[in-house]
């Protein structure tokens, strides 16, 4: 079976909790280790698949992602 990006965003919303996250997310790492053809119509590689996993397990995930600089005056 091939991983595609729709698949992986529908099995994706259905988490409900970050921790349902983070296991699906080092579950699809660790796939992507064992059988990287499963994933080669993705553009994802293990560092990328790292930080989500960093973030999702972060107390507060992706709250330093949102800068915005002051408007000129």
């Known amino acids: 079976m091939e991983m595609t990006k729709e698949i992986m965003h ?3 919303k259905k988490l ?3 921790d349902e996250k983070v296991k699906y997310l080092v579950d699809l790492k660790e796939m992507k280790q064992k059988n990287p053809h499963v994933f080669r119509n993705i553009k994802i590689n293990l560092k990328q ?3 989500l ?4 397990s972060s107390v507060k995930p992706f709250s330093c992602l949102l800068y915005t600089s002051p408007s000129p005056r």
Not at 53 to 56: D, N, T, V
């Open 49 to 51: 698949f790292s930080n």
């Open 16 to 18: 409900k909790s970050n």
């Open 53 to 56: 996993i960093r973030e999702y």
């Open 10 to 12: 529908e099995q994706f």
